[in-house]
């Protein structure tokens, strides 16, 4: 009898709509912890940072979520050797 093996690894698809993108960057205390959030940082529905400073963060496009693979004019990006 055959076994089926699953090559795949199990994995949680994510969308805009479970997930807001801070809109600037700030320090504050969350459940006792001083913590800092960039611009730009995504966090899922239900985060203690969302939900102790909902004020900046916005609900995630789908553009939010994909990885720029070319850099914008003018930015530099690091470079590993």
Do not use: C
């Not at 963060?57 to 850099?71: G, K, P, S, Y």
Request: hydrophobic share 40%; net charge negative; glycine share 6%.
């Amino acid at each position: 009898m055959a076994r089926s093996r699953n090559t795949k690894p199990d994995t949680e698809v994510v969308t805009a709509d479970q997930m807001y993108v801070a809109t600037e960057t700030f320090s504050a205390d969350v459940d006792g912890a001083a913590i800092t959030v960039h611009r730009g940082q995504l966090v899922r529905q239900g985060d203690p940072r969302l939900v102790a400073h909902g004020s900046y963060f916005r609900q995630a496009t789908d553009a939010d979520l994909m990885e720029q693979a070319t850099a914008a004019p003018g930015e530099h990006r690091a470079i590993a050797w």
